[in-house]
């Protein structure tokens, strides 16, 4: 066998190794260089950016997004996607809004009932919850293409949040403290939604990169065929991955919710895009099986800190529109340079 | 020979079945014709006017509307789908075609702008422009093999920017408030008739004929059927995949933007909102009308009669006053029913082919 | 042995070189087809058949050497150009469109024009074209019938059409008979015996040594890249053809080790599914189990309904005389079956993931907590199978896809390993496999077996097969059609039963 393992070691050039182990990281690296990159310019060009308060800004609107992209990792990593998440952040922050004491809308549904904050904040996260795990259902017992299914989902679930809410904002008479604390307060002077989020990647980091269900999950993604044969329960592990997405969805909705303090229709709107261009920035490929959580905290940083910039410069909500879908076409063409260069 | 041929059972019967061969499309398309024609009655027993020459004309309009811009996605689909092909940024070109051709416009009220253009000018720069857009989609996909669903989703946030930039350049100012104006061009889109038909339903069948004609005789369009089923024997065919993926996106870009003009011409004003989520209704009239999102089979025949089914459900719901946003539930239901059984079809004929190969 | 028949070939290939990175695939090998001869190009897998083949296609670019086509140079920068030298490919995964008619496959591409408006296809020309090319191979189908309602062998008769519409002289057929039927294959070599007196050439791939004798003129054999001999097809003997291919006697080749065969562990009985039809086995510890037959013939489905990758319609399976429901992949590895299924890149490893992660994909279980992966323990474990096997490079955390399609197979191998499968299906283990590892995962396999393990092995290489199993079943349509055991194993009773008849007695050869 001591020729066999000569023969073999004539395939694959050895210097090739410590650059191919390099490889997975780089992209890693390069999407933190970037960031660090572009942190630096805008210090130099604008000095209000170089503030903890307008960092503090940014971490707060990157917490919302940066929630569902860390659940759309995982997703994405199984070779899926979700274009529902946007929609399920509106109806979660509408059903939960209406829920919460002192809440009013000119909706019959709103003012009905009402639940101690902790309990609405459950019954939110279970819709979101079950809305992902529709979407994992028909995906998995009905081989749609996921982009398709949850487009479809997407519109279905703005549907139902124009029923419940009758196209009508749901606002607070006042807002009570114990909501507003999730997406107005602090904690040691760190917002509230900040420290959720914080929570939130290294639970999910953990969970992608430390556990059965993670590896499952890059396995999936990687090769499903190969993964079934070893034993894996790929239709539960994937339907597992959107319930999660449709909660963490959830869990923004109700934060965006309590922040701006009303809960409207067009609340997440357009979410499911910085997630998506967030997670892709980050170097998780759009094909599946590669990817990480940490990459996709830096990707929507990135996302985060483009949109500061502008604000900070004055640019119109317009302009962002089209620098969201630039950023996005740039992140998925660098995609697809890399998957080139892999292949090479 | 013969005798050999003979001697393998089965397939003798098989080629006796040559008549039976197109059954399958024409079933699905008078499918489409017997559910118009349900619909039309159930809607009808609920609101009689739905009969009426004004809800038969606005019936047109949506259809031809929606049917313009789904002829472009049904190229996309036909061409790409073994790709994934898929065009979302349909919705938002209609926004941006729309806003172009009316904010160039001399004849707008509120214009701003200091470039005042003859319709037809700035028609046919809104024409350009979205056809560009669609081609730089189609050039990413090519070029970089990306999925189309992402690349087009990036685009269709990129179109819909550009229609906000171009409005408030045009009215001279951010809110967002639409252009409105008066142009007998834009009212031939929009208000024209002939005799009862609606001009743009003229419009929309002789482009329905001039692709059926270009897909069925044309070697270009033959190449898209080839294409769609299997990229690399295109290549080995000697098709240039990659000219034809942009055109055919180019051509997707161009015709939303036709639809947008329309739209516009309809409402008299565009509107940075305007269209959104339509590449819900562009996307339910191709996949409906038999075009398989697994790429290389579909009929322009299938999409005329799709668009009209779509269109009436539009018209239907909206005489039973059913609010718009409830037709969300309904149209989100009916795409992935549609899809579904877009794949259980796609499923029973590989079953059919595996057996065959068995 | 002959030389080349023809004083000037159609087609010579001399010197042909190819290498992948620091592996040469191909050392300067000649080859020659004469005017409307049928070569048979022999070799077993991994041998530079295909290598070989796709140069001669355009398909991929030739390190070094010269192509002459009818003593002309020949230069392709693509399989097109190939094409318009007269060149046609037809592989063994046919590639007609299933949507499009007869005509419109026959002419894929190069449909006729208009007179005059060049732009438009002429279909009035089209179909009566394609029904002149299909009337001379005297195949009688409509050219309007659309290509997916025909049968494999009819699908195969339009690619030959499509081939003679280009005017091809020189056809290359990739194991055409694959999943064609007696009377299919017999209706194609009818034809192949016409395109010959029309003078077109064939090199004809095929693992069926029986029908290279019955259709070939000449036979050239390639071995690890270097033509070992051209003989005469005709008067070859089936047993030297394959010596030839393999280079030494069967026995050298695969040193058999005997071990004491023990009890029954894995019993199938009555097993059923869409395409297997009341199958029953029975394996035993320390014993390898081959599977021979044709491609299509069930092997496959047999491996997977086993070991619960397709459902079952009826039938049980019982493990160490205990019967079990194996409704999933995962209830069968809680049973000890291991599969290491047939494609490795599209089913076997994660090519995405490290060699570590591959290994305890099975049974993450052995090395985690509530769920919680040890990793140091992991990659130890991993490190350790990693040596056991000689994988190269030696390392754990190394991305499997960037390894060799051998190193690959031993990760896929360490993981039911590691998973301690105690019954392990092996479905075309060395395909596509170089000869080191190839060795390497036949002396693993024995070694396994003699350590008690139960090895089902499948395999269309069947002088791999022969020389691995102490006995053979042969399938033949979703049955087993016939046993074979150790001391009466000979290609042709394989063949026989794999072609659904009985063997003869006399026949023996082996």
Redesign the interface.
């Given at each position: 066998?001591?020729?066999?393992?000569?023969?073999?070691?004539?395939?694959?050039?050895?210097p090739?190794?410590g650059l191919?182990?390099l490889n997975?990281q780089v992209e890693n690296i390069a999407s933190g260089v970037v960031l660090v990159g572009l942190v630096i310019v805008l210090s130099l060009v604008s000095p209000a950016f170089l503030s903890f308060s307008n960092f503090l800004d940014i971490a707060r609107v990157v917490a919302i997004t940066g929630i569902i992209a860390a659940g759309m990792t995982l997703v994405i990593i199984t070779g899926g996607?979700d274009?529902s998440v946007g929609s399920t952040v509106g109806l979660v922050g509408a059903v939960t809004a209406s829920l919460v004491a002192n809440s009013a809308s000119n909706s019959d549904f709103v003012t009905a009932f009402k639940l101690p904050v902790p309990l609405a904040v459950l019954v939110g996260l279970a819709v979101g919850s079950l809305i992902g795990f529709v979407n994992g259902l028909?995906i998995t017992k009905?081989?749609?293409?996921p982009?398709?299914?949850t487009?479809?989902?997407?519109?279905?679930?703005?549907?139902?949040?124009?029923?419940f809410t009758g196209?009508y904002p749901v606002n607070f008479q006042p807002m009570p403290d114990d909501f507003a604390f999730i997406g107005q307060g602090a904690l040691f002077g760190i917002p509230t939604p900040v420290w959720v989020f914080a929570v939130i990647v290294v639970a999910l980091w953990w969970i992608s990169r430390?556990?059965?269900?993670g590896?499952?999950i890059?396995?999936i993604?990687?090769?499903p065929?190969?993964?079934?044969?070893?034993?894996?329960?790929v239709e539960r592990t994937k339907i597992m991955v959107y319930t999660l997405l449709g909660l963490l969805a959830g869990l923004a909705g109700i934060i965006l919710t309590s922040r701006l303090a009303s809960a409207t229709t067009v609340n997440g709107t357009?979410y499911e895009?910085i997630a998506?261009s967030g997670v892709?920035i980050g170097g998780t490929s759009?094909v599946g099986?590669?990817g990480s959580v940490i990459g996709s905290l830096i990707g929507v940083f990135t996302v985060g800190v483009i949109q500061n910039a502008l604000n900070l410069f004055g640019a119109?909500?317009?302009?962002?529109?089209?620098?969201?879908?630039?950023v996005?076409?740039l992140a998925?063409?660098l995609?697809?340079?890399a998957?080139?260069r892999r292949r090479t | 020979m013969s005798s050999l041929l003979a001697r393998i059972p089965g397939r003798q019967r098989e080629s006796g079945a040559a008549g039976m061969r197109r059954l399958p499309l024409q079933g699905q398309q008078l499918a489409l014709v017997v559910l118009i024609a349900l619909l039309a009655a159930v809607f009808t027993s609920q609101s009689p006017e739905f009969l009426s020459t004004g809800s038969v004309e606005n019936l047109l309009r949506g259809a031809s509307m929606f049917g313009i811009v789904g002829l472009g996605l049904t190229i996309v689909i036909i061409s790409t789908g073994s790709i994934?092909g898929?065009d979302?940024s349909v919705g938002s070109m209609m926004a941006l075609g729309g806003a172009i051709g009316a904010g160039l416009l001399g004849t707008a009220f509120t214009a701003a702008n200091p470039v005042k253009l003859p319709a037809a000018l700035s028609v046919l720069i809104a024409l350009v422009v979205t056809g560009l857009l669609g081609a730089l989609s189609g050039l990413?996909i090519s070029l970089?093999?990306?999925?189309p669903?992402?690349?087009t989703?990036?685009?269709?946030?990129?179109?819909?920017?550009?229609t906000?930039?171009m409005i408030?350049w045009a009215i001279g100012s951010?809110n967002t408030a639409g252009i409105t104006f008066s142009d007998p061009l834009f009212d031939w889109f929009g208000l024209t008739n002939y005799g009862p038909i609606p001009a743009i339903t003229v419009l929309f069948l002789v482009l329905a004929a001039l692709i059926a004609f270009v897909l069925k005789a044309t070697a270009f369009g033959r190449s898209l059927f080839v294409l769609g089923g299997n990229a690399e024997n295109a290549r080995l065919a000697g098709i240039n995949v990659r000219r034809t993926i942009v055109i055919v996106f180019a051509i997707s870009g161009l015709l939303a933007g036709l639809g947008g003009l329309i739209l516009t011409g309809r409402l008299s004003s565009a509107s940075?909102l305007a269209a959104t989520?339509y590449?819900?209704e562009v996307?339910m009239v191709a996949v409906i009308g038999g075009t398989s999102?697994a790429g290389g089979r579909g009929s322009i025949l299938g999409t005329v009669l799709a668009a009209i089914l779509v269109s009436e459900i539009n018209t239907g719901l909206d005489m039973m006053n059913v609010?718009s946003?409830?037709?969300?539930?309904?149209?989100?239901?009916i795409?992935?029913l549609a899809?579904?059984l877009d794949?259980v079809y796609q499923a029973r004929s590989s079953r059919k082919l595996a057996v065959q190969s068995a | 042995m002959v030389a080349s028949s023809t004083p000037q070939p159609l087609l010579r290939m001399e010197g042909i070189t190819k290498s992948y990175?620091?592996?040469q695939v191909l050392h300067g090998v000649d080859l020659s087809v004469g005017r409307g001869e049928v070569l048979g190009l022999l070799g077993e897998n991994g041998a530079g058949k295909s290598t070989l083949l796709n140069i001669l296609n355009g398909v991929i670019e030739r390190d070094a050497g010269s192509i002459h086509i009818d003593g002309e140079p020949a230069e392709f920068a693509g399989p097109k150009q190939a094409q318009d030298a007269g060149l046609a490919f037809i592989h063994q995964e046919l590639s007609v469109l299933p949507y499009l008619t007869v005509a419109e496959n026959v002419f894929l591409g190069r449909l006729p024009r208009r007179k005059g408006a060049p732009w438009l296809v002429d279909w009035a020309a089209c179909y009566k074209q394609a029904g002149e090319i299909l009337e001379r191979l005297a195949v009688k189908i409509d050219p309007r019938t659309i290509v997916g309602r025909l049968g494999t062998a009819e699908q195969e008769l339009v690619e030959i059409a499509k081939a003679l519409s280009m005017n091809a002289r020189i056809i290359t057929m990739d194991e055409p008979t694959a999943s064609l039927t007696e009377a299919e294959i017999e209706r194609l070599f009818t034809l192949m015996r016409a395109l010959k007196a029309d003078g077109v050439s064939v090199v004809y791939v095929s693992h069926r040594l029986h029908e290279v004798a019955e259709i070939c003129d000449r036979a050239t054999i390639l071995r690890d890249g270097k033509i070992v001999s051209t003989v005469d097809a005709r008067t070859t003997s089936s047993h030297s053809l394959a010596t030839m291919m393999v280079g030494r006697e069967l026995s050298e080749l695969f040193p058999k080790t005997e071990h004491e065969r023990g009890r029954e562990t894995l019993r199938v009985s009555g097993l059923s599914t869409v395409k297997l039809n009341d199958v029953s086995l029975a394996a035993h510890q320390g014993e390898i189990l081959g599977i021979a037959g044709l491609v299509g013939s069930g092997r496959t489905e047999l491996a997977r309904a086993i070991?619960g990758?397709d459902p079952i319609t009826a039938g049980e399976i019982f493990v160490n005389g205990e019967k079990v429901t194996v409704d999933?992949?995962?209830a069968?590895?809680?049973h000890g079956i291991g599969?290491v299924?047939e494609d490795r890149k599209?089913?076997?490893?994660?090519?995405?993931?490290s060699n570590a992660?591959n290994i305890?994909?099975?049974?993450?279980?052995k090395v985690?907590r509530f769920?919680?992966?040890n990793?140091g323990g992991e990659k130890q474990e991993a490190k350790r199978l990693i040596q056991d096997l000689?994988v190269?490079?030696p390392?754990a955390?190394?991305?499997t896809g960037?390894?060799?399609g051998?190193?690959q197979q031993k990760v896929v191998l360490a993981?039911w390993l590691f998973a301690g499968s105690r019954i392990l299906i092996v479905d075309e283990p060395t395909r596509g496999v170089?000869?080191?590892?190839r060795?390497?995962i036949h002396?693993l396999l024995n070694e396994l077996a003699g350590e008690g393990a139960t090895i089902i092995m499948i395999s269309s290489d069947l002088p791999e097969v022969m020389g691995m199993s102490d006995r053979i079943l042969v399938m033949h349509e979703g049955r087993i059609a016939g046993e074979v055991a150790r001391a009466d194993f000979s290609e042709e009773a394989i063949v026989m039963y794999a072609s659904g008849l009985e063997p003869t007695k006399e026949g023996s050869n082996a």
């Open positions: 066998m001591s020729s066999t393992a000569q023969m073999d070691r004539q395939v694959v050039e050895a090739k190794r191919a182990r997975i996607i274009l028909i009905t081989k749609i293409e982009f398709m299914a487009l479809g989902s997407m519109i279905f679930v703005k549907g139902l949040l124009y029923l196209g430390r556990t059965t269900v590896r499952a890059y396995a993604g990687g090769n065929e190969a993964a079934r044969l070893s034993g894996l329960k357009g895009l998506i892709v759009l099986g590669r119109s909500t317009q302009i962002q529109y089209v620098v969201t879908g630039l996005l076409l998925i063409s995609d697809g340079i998957r080139r | 994934g898929i979302l990413l970089l093999k990306l999925a669903f992402a690349v989703l990036g685009m269709m946030s990129v179109a819909r920017g550009l906000y930039v408030a951010s940075p989520g590449e819900l996307i999102l609010p946003f409830n037709q969300y539930l309904i149209k989100g239901t795409l992935v899809v579904v794949k | 990175g620091n592996v070991f990758a999933s992949p995962g069968a590895i809680r599969l299924p599209l089913q076997g490893a994660v090519l995405s993931m992660h305890s994909l099975a049974c993450m279980s985690s769920g919680q992966l990793r000689q190269y490079p390392r955390e190394q991305e960037r390894l060799s051998g190193n993981k170089d000869v080191g590892a060795a390497a002396g």
